[in-house]
Structure formats: C-alpha cells, structure tokens
C-alpha cells in the first residue's frame, strides 16, 4: 500500500525536551519529554493535518513518544539520523540547532517520503534494544566481580562475589531468552537473523547487538556503513609526512561484538582466514590485520541484507 505525505510533523528529541515544526504551517513548537508535554503534542496533531510524524532514535529518549505514537494510532517513521545527515549535505545545510533539525525532519518526510513504521516493528525493536542493553551491562558486572575475586581473600567477601556471580549468570540466561523471543516474534528481526547466521563467526549474540545497535546495516554503502562502526581507516598526512591510517569513532558495542565475531571467522570462515592469512603474509601486524578483516566480514554482512532481504523486498 503506497501512501504520500502533505503534512508532515519533524520532531528532535532530547531528554527534556520535543521540539516540533509543521511542514505546512511552517511552525514550531517546544514541548516537555514528559506526559504534561505529550498531552499538548495530542492537542497539536488534533487539531492539525498530520499525515506523518518523522523523528529518529535518540539514545532512549525516544521511548515515550514511540509509546504514545503507537498508543493513539499515530502515523510516524523512525529514520536513520545518517540518511537525514546526508540529506542535509545535499541542501548545504551545515548549522546544527534542535528547531534545525526540526525541520529537516519534517522536510525529509515530505521529499523522500520514508516508509511508515510499523507499531509492531517499532515496539519489538525498542523492546530488543532494552533487553541487549542490559545483557551488556549485567556482563560487565559480571567481568568486574570477577576481577574483584581475584584480589580477594576474605572468606566472607568471597562468597558474597560467588553468589551475585550466579545471579548474574542467571539473569544473563533469562535475558538471552527474552532477546530470542523479541527475535522470533517479529518476521522481519527473524529473517535478518536467519540472513547474518548464515556467515560462520557471527553467533547468537552478535547477532542481537547488530540487528538492534546498527539497524542502518544492509541499507548503506560499504563505506557509510564501515565509518558507522569505526572500523574505516582515516589517512593522517601533513606536508611530505604521512602517517599510519587509524579507525576512529563508531558504535562501540557494535564494534566489541564484530571482533569477537571477527576472532573466530579469523578460524573458521574461509573467507575470512585466508583473507586474513594474505594480510599477516604481507607483514601486516596482527591487529591490523584483524580490524582489516572486520571491515570486511561487517561489508559482506551488509552485502548479504542487502541483497536478500531489502533488495527482494523492494521487489515484491
């Protein structure tokens, strides 16, 4: 089902506050990031043409305005901020302010006219963002009662770790469980899944931070999708000096998984071993050479969603 957008609704969120702008009344407006300030964003769209409310992830703080979205049956497209980001470079837009960025949202609405998100998409994949966030956090608590046993000595303190070591591992078997069923339940998630586990190296827990820290993947170049992660390498040159190329920035969860993944394709995936093999033969240190094989094994992920699930759904 084909739809087009005459109004369209930018919003830019942070944690205090929704800024607002209306493509056809051309106006702006600012609300609290609260229920108070959501009540009045309903008043708003009832009393104005809204034919879609274009907004993108914002670390969390877009939690309770997908809620109240999907709650009222309001239409919105959750878009990528490095598809809008470029959008703005091709109008020369380089100023960066919260009405700014407003409005640019709203404008992308109108001229690329973004496929609505589905209320279960949005929520399923917000509920998997959460679930995977907290596996990271309860498995870093888990390295740091670790360490702490290690310089331990104290019988008492020592069983004190030993038992909050086993409810950690406990909830991280729960939270795994949870992580699958917000996979399974939602077709999409599942396919991509389905898709990444195909390539040796990438296991079940890669899996979830890519599909729910890098949505962007499948749907960029190799490039855009390389300085997403922070695995593209960066020349430093001055003058007749020219220095080593380094990769910089990115997602680091996402950057944490693709090299453990990248480890054991190193081993096992033939593309990636011999590709590796190659590089060490050259004289390439071991660390490079394995940031070089990251990039490659994120490039044919992107490759494989691509071509087998945005490319097939574009065609049917």
């Known amino acids: 089902m084909t739809h087009t957008f005459t109004a369209t609704i930018g919003i830019d969120i942070s944690k205090q506050y929704l800024d607002l702008y209306h493509?056809?009344?051309?106006?702006?407006?600012?609300?609290?990031?609260?229920?108070?300030?959501?009540?009045?964003?309903?008043?708003?769209?009832?009393?104005?043409?809204?034919?879609?409310?274009?907004?993108?992830?914002?670390?969390?703080?877009e939690k309770k305005l997908l809620k109240f979205l999907c709650e009222?049956?309001?239409?919105?497209?959750?878009?990528?901020?490095?598809?809008?980001?470029?959008?703005?470079q091709a109008k020369g837009i380089i100023a960066k302010t919260d009405l700014i960025d407003a409005a640019l949202l709203a404008e992308y609405g109108l001229k690329m006219q973004p496929k609505l998100t589905s209320i279960e998409t949005a929520l399923t994949s917000n509920d998997l963002r959460c679930w995977v966030q907290r596996r990271t956090q309860v498995t870093n608590l888990i390295r740091l009662e670790k360490q702490y046993l290690e310089h331990q000595d104290n019988p008492i303190i020592i069983a004190s770790i030993k038992k909050n070591l086993d409810s950690l591992k406990s909830q991280i078997l729960t939270i795994d469980q949870e992580i699958q069923?917000?996979?399974?339940?939602?077709?999409?998630?599942?396919?991509?899944?389905?898709?990444?586990?195909?390539?040796?190296?990438?296991?079940?827990?890669?899996?979830?931070?890519?599909?729910?820290?890098?949505?962007?993947?499948?749907?960029?170049n190799n490039k855009e999708i390389a300085a997403l992660v922070g695995v593209a390498p960066?020349?430093?040159?001055?003058?007749?000096?020219?220095?080593?190329?380094?990769?910089?920035?990115?997602?680091?969860?996402?950057?944490?998984?693709?090299?453990?993944?990248?480890i054991s394709a190193s081993?096992?995936?033939?593309?990636?071993?011999?590709?590796?093999?190659?590089?060490?033969?050259?004289?390439?240190?071991?660390?490079?050479?394995?940031?070089?094989?990251?990039?490659?094994?994120?490039?044919?992920?992107?490759?494989?969603?691509k071509l087998h699930f945005y490319h097939k759904d574009a065609q049917t």
């Not at 609290?32 to 300030?37: D, H, I, L």
Request: hydrophobic residues 35%; charged residues 20%.
């Open 23 to 61: 493509s056809t009344l051309k106006q702006t407006q600012r609300y609290q990031n609260n229920a108070c300030g959501l009540k009045l964003l309903s008043a708003f769209i009832a009393k104005n043409t809204v034919d879609c409310v274009v907004f993108e992830p914002s670390g969390g703080y």
């Open 72 to 88: 009222n049956g309001i239409p919105f497209s959750m878009v990528h901020a490095l598809q809008v980001r470029k959008f703005a």
């Open 181 to 220: 069923r917000c996979i399974h339940e939602t077709d999409n998630l599942q396919r991509k899944a389905t898709l990444l586990n195909t390539e040796k190296g990438i296991g079940k827990v890669c899996t979830s931070i890519l599909l729910s820290q890098l949505p962007e993947l499948g749907q960029l």
């Open 234 to 262: 960066h020349n430093r040159e001055s003058g007749s000096w020219k220095g080593y190329q380094k990769t910089s920035g990115g997602r680091k969860t996402v950057r944490c998984a693709l090299y453990m993944a990248t």
């Open 267 to 305: 081993r096992y995936n033939s593309k990636i071993k011999s590709f590796y093999d190659r590089l060490i033969a050259k004289g390439k240190k071991k660390k490079v050479a394995l940031t070089a094989c990251m990039r490659k094994l994120l490039i044919i992920l992107n490759a494989t969603l």
